[in-house]
């Protein structure tokens, strides 16, 4: 797959584009992708997604937003459905002011070459989100291209939207109904760090996990059974807490750390990518390591009989 930057574009004209952030690349717009790609091998066109970066939304409001993948992470999941042109458009206060036509006329059809667009049924675009299908397809002649339009894609009564992943995982942890929207298990990569040691010595070592991107969007705290995948490609359930050891800090600073079972390796300084599977528990302040142990043992076999399911994947 091909990786451009707005900056510096060159037109495709056999480019068969749809557009939007893909932040999470959930169900729904995976949807939207297998169509974009079939379309594309039918009329022989090259399946192209046009993203952003910075989050549109983040620009426009000033607020962050975590995201569920990074711009790599989206490349990959994107990648692996057969998109094979990736463009990411900076995104910024002056995109944002850009009339749809213009939109249209001077960015997807001039810039990237667009001969056909793929759309949600809501998609819009261009200043203040003036743009619409409608207007897609008034301009569809005019500047010689064509649109499909995808329908609303719905789960269980619940419409599928990065937004409700998101609610999910940071509200209220549910890993479980988060990967069901995903359609895979949510995912934090990142870098082991040094911590304090006391899992080891209490009998769980833990690896802390630092994600590589600080926009990653880390689950609310509390206990989760997990699956890792190593720097060398090797996999091991275990479990994760997300939390600020209350037990020892009255105030501490977030931290993920993950006991990996059947492996005592020193992974100080490597990569790690931890599969959320299901939440376990609350964190919770204990009244001493005796505690924190007997509960720690309570929380391995839960995660072992999670990862035991059918459809978990994979051994403990």
Excluded at 291 to 308: C, F, N, P, S, T
């Amino acid at each position: 797959m091909t990786r451009e930057h707005g900056d510096d574009l060159t037109p495709n004209p056999a480019s068969v584009v749809t557009t939007g952030t893909f932040d999470g690349v959930h169900l729904g717009h995976q949807a939207i992708v297998r169509y974009l790609v079939r379309r594309a091998a039918e009329v022989g066109g090259v399946p192209t997604v046009v993203t952003f970066d910075p989050h549109p939304r983040e620009v426009l409001t000033g607020h962050h937003i975590p995201l569920l993948t990074t711009l790599d992470e989206r490349a990959d999941a994107l990648e692996a459905l057969g998109v094979e042109r990736f463009v990411v458009l900076p995104f910024s206060r002056d995109l944002s002011l850009l009339e749809p036509k213009d939109y249209v006329a001077d960015v997807l059809v001039g810039g990237v070459g667009m001969r056909e667009i793929v759309i949600g049924y809501d998609h819009r675009f261009g200043r203040k989100a003036r743009g619409d299908r409608a207007l897609l397809e008034r301009l569809a002649d005019e500047l010689g291209f064509s649109v499909d339009v995808i329908p609303e894609q719905i789960e269980d009564d619940v419409t599928v939207s990065s937004t409700e992943v998101r609610r999910l995982l940071a509200e209220a942890g549910d890993a479980e109904r988060a990967a069901h929207l995903l359609g895979r298990p949510y995912r934090i990569a990142g870098t082991v760090v040094r911590g304090d040691q006391r899992g080891r010595q209490i009998g769980y070592p833990t690896a802390n996990v630092q994600p590589v991107d600080p926009q990653k969007l880390v689950p609310a705290l509390g206990v989760y059974a997990v699956r890792a995948t190593l720097a060398d490609g090797t996999e091991a359930g275990g479990m994760m807490n997300v939390g600020r050891r209350p037990t020892f800090e009255a105030d501490g600073a977030r931290t993920i750390e993950v006991h990996l079972f059947g492996t005592d390796r020193d992974l100080y300084g490597q990569r790690l990518a931890v599969d959320v599977l299901a939440r376990l528990r609350d964190e919770r302040r204990f009244g001493g390591v005796d505690e924190i142990a007997a509960q720690l043992g309570r929380d391995a076999e839960a995660a072992r009989a999670v990862l035991a399911e059918p459809g978990s994947g994979r051994p403990s």
